[in-house]
């Protein structure tokens, strides 16, 4: 019996993967879905416990979540839509037919923040710190769901992560990888770039670093530009070994947008530190200090 997915360079042979966890009164459940809803409790998770630390009110990020999933939800499902070929409004309630694109979150989530703060009379860019570290959060457990989906993977590599998908569980085979389809024991693979995974071990690493710098931080909101400046920088040379990307033209719409992204976050950068955004307000949790006298 062959794999299902096989990392053959670490020796990792992963059997029946089923996108199906189970059905309920007929319905299928895939795990895409599952995974899904994951990531947005474990970004809910971060984000609370950050706003506990810092000695903001958790409920505000309770009352955020019920405003920023059904908008990301349209965003993502939007973004997809519009820079795939073929698609078009009467396709947005078929997410069984695939797919939602993270900048679309990204490009909402962030306005959305940010008018909520407003209308809460919030520390905006405070607001955005805590909340960027959660948006990072779900992203890493996100793009597992790619993973399970035998999707958003990269082109030809015989590299250390080289990861082998069954050509006859694809969705769909990219018409670049058909000349690299390699046969074992009468089962065919294709070998590509895991791209779920080095963005997600990415995000890893982002989010990593940005718990070990936000006490040190120079300003409200830059954390949020750091993300800008990271994500955008790293997503921009992933997508170059991705082979589904969504198109403008000849263009890769993610690397433009990533593009667009990191220079946000630069010009960001440089206003924060100038004090456009305002003095850094005392974050520290007032339980802690009390417990430290």
């Not at 062959?2 to 009164?25: C, E, H, K, M, T």
């Not at 409920?59 to 698609?87: E, H, K, N």
């Not at 997410?95 to 979150?105: K, T």
Request: with cysteine; charged share 15%.
């Amino acid at each position: 019996m062959q794999p299902d997915v096989w990392f053959y360079n670490i020796g990792i042979r992963i059997y029946n993967l089923p996108r199906v966890a189970f059905s309920l009164f007929g319905l299928e459940i895939f795990w895409y879905g599952i995974i899904i809803v994951l990531a947005v409790c474990t970004g809910y998770f971060i984000a609370m416990k950050e706003a506990r630390n810092t000695g903001q009110n958790p409920q505000d990020y309770s009352d955020l979540l019920l405003w920023v999933v059904p908008i990301c939800t349209v965003g993502a499902r939007l973004y997809f839509i519009i820079f795939t070929p073929g698609m078009g409004l009467g396709d947005f309630f078929n997410f069984r037919g695939g797919g939602l694109a993270i900048y679309g979150v990204v490009l909402v989530a962030v306005p959305t923040a940010i008018i909520f703060a407003k209308i809460r009379k919030l520390n905006v860019w405070q607001l955005t710190d805590t909340a960027v570290l959660g948006l990072i959060g779900g992203q890493i457990i996100g793009r597992w769901g790619n993973f399970i989906n035998r999707e958003a993977y990269g082109t030809f590599t015989e590299g250390m992560l080289a990861m082998r998908y069954r050509v006859d569980q694809l969705s769909h085979l990219p018409q670049e990888l058909t000349p690299y389809i390699m046969t074992f024991d009468g089962v065919e693979y294709i070998q590509v770039h895991p791209t779920f995974l080095y963005e997600s071990l990415y995000n890893f690493i982002l989010l990593s670093g940005l718990y070990l710098y936000r006490k040190h931080k120079s300003f409200n909101g830059e954390l949020l530009m750091i993300y800008f400046i990271w994500y955008g920088t790293g997503r921009a040379f992933l997508e170059t070994l991705r082979t589904d990307s969504l198109m403008i033209g000849n263009f890769r719409t993610s690397i433009i947008t990533s593009v667009i992204l990191a220079a946000i976050g630069i010009i960001g950068m440089i206003y924060g530190r100038m004090g456009y955004f305002g003095a850094l307000e005392n974050t520290e949790n007032p339980k802690r200090k009390n417990k430290n006298r």
